[in-house]
């Protein structure tokens, strides 16, 4: 290790925890900004496409306490250069069921809401088209998917080899789509002060607000100010701007006040996105041994029509599994649905259900474990990019997980075990999540009396990253976490990359080791290993990936073991217990580090059992858009759940040798209660989620 190896890996409680146990922990609701607040409501558009014919605000505008109706007639213009469904209320055109078509300004938030009920709005609509097949004629391949993978990938002859495998699978998987609820709704605060902005938000990187704020207003970023110290959950959907902030930065605006939106509910199913929809069909082939001789993972899936987002979803395809003959495909659907975003491992969630799926389907077809499936196509180096891995311990996880969960001596047959009138099952699927770092400045003080002051613009959306990167100053700087203040969420201090995609310990926390060599180097040359009574401040950056991503394949992996009960006689299923292995580099924390473990598992679980915006294609909405319809997994689903990882770390992708672990948790658990359900049933279900009513179909 390059960092002093005390405090890194230990179980420290939660730095943020007392503040947010008692409720001091401000949140972007609770900000004061040192003036009366006003409020700010939305009228959505009840119609998915078309184009509004009347909007009179007039009734509204009449309401006592009602201070400004904003409407595409006055509302102000923003600038050029916005993408998705960011220039909100500049035109009369409507893309989606929910696009905002005015907004009221009032006193409080009760006056605001009665006054939407006012506004009148008439529509000239066209039919909605928001049914995703796979049998579309306008279904197209973007140039690139998201993160900048390439949309296609084919190795070899995928069909020659199919034609000639001994075993195949040739199979069908659908998901539905999701959507991410955070506990804490979607919440923007704004107040300008001449041209400057300052904007309290619930957001997973300041930084990453600031830019469409300036684009769309006109200003330069150094007027505009994003704060956002505690954020509520996210799962994805605050990673990038939505309506809220510009609404919120524009009503501000016109009124010459402070302004507070906070999204309902009901509103965040229509205003941050979603996790697209996919149909994957997999094909494998493989010889009667059960190694793979080919593997063919094809995708459709829907994106609006304002943006595109290419969701990666059969880019873990790419690299889990050995096979000379491959092709992975992504074909999209424009529909008239509000733009998609990230939702937790976006790509690879959906993707590894479909994957796993299939690989538990020929371990059926060769009459195979399903464990040594896996242990047989375990490749040497990346399938794809044909380098070598920095590690890879993916096999070591299938057989520690298998050792925990006691999964030696299984009965291949599916439908034999039972307890009482629960049917039993189990099942196993692989986990992965690409490894990566982004660019990140940090800011590190020391004062006479040796307290140190770390700055970098990181975001803790619940992910303990208060603690961890605490963890990771004292060690780097050599000293107790008691002489280290963070200061993060906030577009003052130095940049970082927002928190997604795994990348944010270790793009703040490299950055934080590269500073704090820099002040200690600083130090000791200049001042003898004596800090000096007025204090050094050292600046440091870092540029971004690791050099080794250029000639290393750099990915976590996993393990997840299963056991599922169905009830014969109401088709419940129950996940009582599960065992999951993670090969995650090095565990910083491992108290919090268990946390995000369990909770991408069982998040996991939810999308098995539980999760799916059902959309009523008559009229083009989502029917279940609130947590009363849209089910979520909650303590009383979870049985008991044994998390552990291998304790190595990577020092090719960064200094402190961690591989991220925010996503890796929830890749292949879906796969996991699928498979185990088909051994408890002798049912495949290939279409999630696994709701009782799928148990009584005909068979």
């Known amino acids: 290790m390059t960092t002093i190896d005390r405090l890194v890996g230990a179980g420290i409680d939660r730095i943020d925890g007392p503040a947010k146990v008692r409720g001091t922990a401000p949140y972007a609701f609770e900000q004061d900004p040192g003036e009366p607040i006003t409020h700010l409501a939305l009228v959505q558009s009840t119609v998915n496409r078309g184009r509004i014919s009347r909007l009179d605000p007039s009734r509204a505008e009449a309401m006592p306490g009602v201070l400004a109706v904003l409407t595409p007639a006055n509302a102000p213009r923003l600038g050029g250069g916005l993408t998705s469904d960011l220039p909100v209320l500049q035109s009369l055109d409507v893309h989606y069921q929910g696009q905002v078509v005015a907004a009221v300004v009032a006193e409080t938030s009760e006056i605001a809401k009665a006054a939407v009920g006012a506004v009148v709005v008439e529509y000239a609509a066209e039919p909605?088209?928001?049914?995703?097949?796979?049998?579309?004629?306008?279904?197209y391949a973007p140039d690139k998917l998201m993160a900048g993978f390439e949309t296609d990938s084919v190795i070899g002859d995928v069909d020659g080899a199919l034609a000639a495998a001994a075993v195949t699978v040739d199979a069908t998987y659908e998901t539905p789509t999701q959507h991410n609820n955070p506990i804490e709704m979607h919440t923007s605060m704004a107040r300008w002060e001449g041209d400057s902005l300052t904007l309290w938000d619930a957001n997973q990187g300041p930084?990453?607000?600031?830019?469409?704020?300036?684009?769309?207003?006109?200003?330069?970023?150094?007027?505009?100010?994003?704060?956002?110290?505690?954020?509520?959950?996210?799962?994805?959907?605050?990673?990038?701007?939505?309506?809220?902030?510009?609404?919120?930065?524009?009503?501000?605006?016109?009124?010459?006040?402070?302004?507070?939106?906070?999204?309902?509910?009901?509103?965040?199913?229509?205003?941050?996105?979603?996790?697209?929809?996919?149909?994957?069909?997999?094909?494998?082939?493989?010889?009667?041994?059960?190694?793979?001789?080919?593997?063919?993972?094809?995708?459709?899936?829907?994106?609006?029509?304002?943006?595109?987002?290419?969701?990666?979803?059969?880019?873990?395809?790419?690299?889990?599994?050995?096979?000379?003959?491959?092709?992975?495909?992504?074909?999209?659907?424009?529909?008239?649905?509000?733009?998609?975003?990230?939702?937790?491992?976006?790509?690879?969630?959906?993707?590894?259900?479909?994957?796993e799926s299939a690989m538990d389907e020929l371990a059926v077809a060769l009459g195979l474990d399903p464990v040594e499936l896996r242990i047989r196509n375990e490749p040497d180096r990346d399938p794809e990019r044909d380098v070598p891995w920095s590690t890879r311990h993916l096999v070591e996880c299938l057989?520690?997980?298998?050792?925990?969960?006691?999964?030696?001596?299984?009965?291949?047959?599916?439908?034999?075990?039972?307890?009482?009138?629960?049917?039993?099952?189990?099942?196993?699927?692989?986990?992965?999540?690409?490894?990566?770092?982004?660019?990140?400045?940090?800011?590190?003080?020391?004062?006479?009396?040796?307290?140190?002051?770390?700055e970098i613009d990181g975001s803790d959306i619940g992910t303990g990253a208060w603690t961890v990167l605490s963890q990771i100053a004292a060690d780097a700087l050599r000293t107790d976490l008691g002489s280290v203040e963070l200061r993060i969420g906030d577009s003052r201090l130095p940049f970082a990359g927002g928190a997604g995609g795994s990348t944010g310990l270790a793009s703040w926390g490299t950055a934080i080791v590269f500073t704090a060599r820099d002040l200690r180097t600083r130090l000791e040359e200049q001042y003898g290993g004596q800090v000096p009574a007025d204090g050094v401040t050292v600046d440091g950056e870092l540029p971004g990936e690791s050099p080794a991503a250029k000639t290393h394949s750099m990915h976590a992996y996993g393990a997840h073991f299963v056991e599922v009960r169905v009830d014969r006689d109401t088709g419940e299923v129950r996940v009582p217990r599960a065992t999951s292995v993670y090969d995650a580099g090095t565990i910083v924390n491992?108290?919090?580090?268990?946390?995000?473990?369990?909770?991408?598992?069982?998040?996991?679980v939810s999308m098995a059992l539980h999760e799916e915006s059902v959309t009523d294609e008559r009229y083009g909405h989502y029917v279940n858009h609130d947590l009363a319809e849209y089910h979520v997994a909650t303590n009383a689903d979870i049985g008991d759940i044994d998390i552990s990882w291998l304790d190595v770390d990577d020092q090719l992708a960064n200094p402190i040798g961690l591989k991220g672990i925010g996503e890796i948790g929830i890749t292949g658990a879906a796969a996991a209660v699928a498979?185990?359900?088909?051994?408890?049933?002798?049912?495949?279900?290939?279409?999630?989620?696994?709701?009782?009513?799928?148990?009584?179909?005909?068979?």
């Open 128 to 139: 909605p088209d928001v049914a995703l097949r796979t049998d579309r004629p306008d279904l």
């Open 207 to 355: 930084h990453s607000i600031v830019k469409d704020l300036v684009t769309g207003f006109g200003v330069d970023a150094g007027q505009v100010r994003v704060i956002s110290p505690y954020v509520g959950g996210a799962f994805g959907s605050k990673a990038f701007t939505h309506p809220n902030q510009m609404l919120a930065a524009m009503a501000a605006r016109v009124v010459g006040r402070t302004v507070v939106l906070e999204l309902t509910r009901q509103q965040m199913f229509s205003l941050v996105g979603h996790r697209t929809p996919t149909i994957q069909r997999l094909r494998l082939g493989a010889d009667p041994e059960g190694r793979l001789t080919a593997i063919s993972h094809e995708v459709v899936e829907h994106t609006s029509r304002i943006s595109e987002f290419a969701e990666q979803t059969a880019t873990p395809t790419r690299v889990l599994y050995a096979a000379p003959h491959r092709r992975t495909t992504h074909r999209l659907a424009r529909l008239d649905v509000p733009p998609p975003t990230i939702m937790r491992a976006p790509g690879e969630t959906p993707g590894m259900f479909a994957l």
């Open 399 to 454: 057989r520690t997980g298998a050792e925990r969960f006691g999964w030696a001596g299984r009965d291949l047959r599916p439908g034999i075990r039972t307890d009482g009138r629960w049917l039993v099952g189990t099942g196993v699927a692989s986990a992965t999540y690409p490894t990566r770092r982004r660019k990140a400045q940090c800011r590190i003080s020391v004062d006479g009396a040796g307290r140190y002051t770390v």
């Open 590 to 604: 491992a108290k919090t580090a268990r946390s995000q473990l369990l909770g991408g598992f069982c998040m996991g």
């Open 675 to 699: 498979n185990a359900y088909w051994h408890a049933t002798g049912l495949r279900i290939r279409d999630l989620p696994i709701t009782p009513d799928k148990y009584f179909r005909p068979r």
